[in-house]
């Protein structure tokens, strides 16, 4: 098969369009069928497509894999200048897009806070939360799960370690996060470029005007440990910082919101899952891993090759743009016997989400508590929950991160 050409299955071209409504509803179809017919495909667009666990972890770990944000967003939008749009350059400051040795520096300065031991210190403050949020809605019957637990939990958590006074969280739990359409693999329209533009230099001032205050009043947390490292020389820039401490909150927000969500969700679709969690709680932690792997909120991450590399049987060039596609990895049968059922009691669960290799998510141990604790919480003090839309979930219009708009919810 020619690598441009759309494998065709049933008379019909696989086509790859990730923000289609009806793709995003479901995208575990077209993943079978691309695993199926082609798992290392060139897709229209330009890139390559990985499906099969086996890849997908190859591509993640294997130091023929590297970022290179800068010439991919170069190679992407060919003379369009996308490095002066601000919310594009402050990414590239970031580890997550960082090749070694900038990476490896980067990383080193903020591993300290997210140690096992570290996160595991935080679970009675994570557990006051999540009973604080519940406490605000136990005597109406009814929450939107997205808006009135699922977002502000991860919110408040993350304001916690970097320091942000309770008085000034306020825009950060009523915003949303469109930077994260930076990450889908189709390009950005004008107006979407403009919106995550503006909300990149207004967090900037807010996180410049935080770091100048730990300067001046340092405290026990993240921000003013990293602050120590900026003044010491040689370590992060000033532009390194804000863009580090933009980047810890992006990414540790919006990706456990949808944890919480798209589990919730599959285990009320399941229902026997959640009866199961009630009977056993004691199954709370592996009942994540499986939620984590049957509905990654994170459905894709990156890579370039930096030389010729044999993946799957196929033979990319150097500079070639690689889309593993995590949720497709997470339903190999090959890995996973019946992928498509939910089974809160699975054994040996290593599921994709969270990357791997040097660029493993720093905050995975973190978003497994929150889910941990939300989970027991609501089995404990609203057992009897239901979903009314459970039949007709509100997916957000965004396939890298996965997750939902609203997730009503009634107990009595
Ligand atoms: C990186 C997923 C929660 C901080 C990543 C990557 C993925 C991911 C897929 C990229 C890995 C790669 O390219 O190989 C998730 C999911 C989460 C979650 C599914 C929740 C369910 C968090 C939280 C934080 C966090 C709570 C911090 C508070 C980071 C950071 C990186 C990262 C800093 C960059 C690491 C690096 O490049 O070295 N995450 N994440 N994430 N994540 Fe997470």
Known sequence: MNDMTPPVVDGEPLEFNPLDPAFIADPYPFYRRLRETAPVFKAPQGFWLITRYEDVAFALRDKRFGKDFVGNIQRRYGNIDRMSEPAVASLARTM???????????????????????????????????????????????????????????????????????????????????????LEPVPMTREEMDQANLNTQMAGVYFKQLCDLRRREPQDDLTTELVRAEEAGDKLTAEELEANIGLLFGAGHETTTNLIGNGLLALHRQSEQWERLKADPSLIPNAVEELLRYDSSVQLTGRVTNTEVEIGGVTLGESESIVALLGAANRDPAQYPDPDRLDVGREHIRPMSFGGGIHHCLGAQLARLEAELVFAALIERMPNLTLPEKDKPAWRRSFTLRGLSKLPAVWH
Not at 131 to 149: F, I, N, P, S, Y
Not at 169 to 176: D, M, V
């Open 96 to 182: 997550l897009v960082q090749d070694p040795p900038d990476h490896t520096r980067l990383r080193g300065l903020v591993t300290k806070a997210f140690t096992a031991r570290r996160v595991a210190d935080m679970r009675p403050r994570i557990k006051k939360i999540v009973d604080d949020q519940l406490d605000r809605v136990a005597d109406k019957g009814e929450m939107d799960v997205m808006r009135d637990l699922a977002h502000r939990l991860p919110v408040i958590v993350i304001c916690d370690m970097l320091g942000i006074p309770e008085e000034q969280r306020a825009p950060f739990l009523a915003g949303s996060n469109v930077n994260g359409r930076i």
